[in-house]
């Protein structure tokens, strides 16, 4: 059974940092790219970010490019999100999901953790 | 990076059919296969319905269809069941970036 379990998330005040980490397992970790989507609370899905099976090619959502950085640990099954630089429109629940092959934008996002919350606040 | 634009809501009587639709542009929807759709019940994670613009994953009921014309995708759900009552997103990779729609509200009546 595919599993995402995410973790890392809390309180932290306006200009901090936080990471955010995904233990996967039941499936083959580094064959599948990996994303991040976050929803802040009553709002839509925003994709944050994803990266391919090696971690070669990444991908960022305009809004956090320069301030969050995706990686992941294949030996460790992980996946990663250092976030830096927060704002108070990053408070949202974080999803880690899983791709359908190697790169992390083709055949959509297939499993999703049930996210970890990140509040952005003074 | 702007959302897609879905309506807002939809609603149906149980057996009917809904279509949702997704517009954006060529540089998203319209360029590339890369779309998707997602349910979401309150709670819940999402959970994926179409990839690739028709595709169905293992287990999804063949109720649920997709298809693209130009720079809109639509997403049908035939045969409308109570637990159809959701959220749904549209997705769509837009070059070195994924977009979400803005998410339609369907409830059964």
């Known amino acids: 059974e595919v599993q995402l379990v995410e973790s890392g998330g809390g309180v932290v005040r306006p200009g901090g940092s936080l990471r955010l980490s995904c233990a996967a397992s039941?499936?083959?970790?580094?064959?599948?790219?990996m994303s991040w989507v976050r929803q802040a609370p009553g709002k839509g899905l925003e994709w944050v970010s994803g990266?391919?099976?090696?971690?070669?090619?990444?991908g960022y959502a305009d809004s956090v490019r320069g301030r969050f950085t995706i990686s992941r640990d294949n030996d460790k099954n992980s996946l990663y999100l250092q976030m830096n630089s927060l704002r108070a429109e990053d408070t949202a629940l974080y999803h880690c999901?899983?791709?359908?092959?190697?790169?992390?934008?083709?055949?959509?996002?297939?499993?999703w953790g049930q996210g970890t919350l990140v509040t952005v606040s003074s | 990076q702007s959302a897609l634009t879905q309506p807002p809501s939809a609603s149906g009587s149980p057996g009917q059919s809904v279509t949702i639709s997704c517009t954006g542009t060529s540089s998203d929807v319209g360029g590339y296969k890369y779309v998707s759709w997602y349910q979401q019940h309150p709670g819940k994670a999402p959970k994926l319905m179409i990839y690739?613009?028709?595709k169905r994953p293992s287990g999804v009921p063949d109720r649920f269809s997709g298809s693209k014309s130009g720079n809109t995708a639509s997403l049908t759900v035939s045969g409308l069941q109570a637990e159809d009552e959701a959220d749904y997103y549209c997705s769509s990779y837009a070059g070195s970036k994924n977009v979400f729609g803005t998410g339609t509200k369907v409830t059964v009546l």
């Open positions: 999901a899983r791709g359908q092959s190697s790169g992390w934008y083709e055949g959509g996002f297939h499993y």
């Open positions: 990266i391919n099976w090696n971690g070669g090619s990444t």
């Open positions: 039941g499936f083959t970790f580094d064959d599948y790219g």
């Open positions: 690739e613009v028709i």
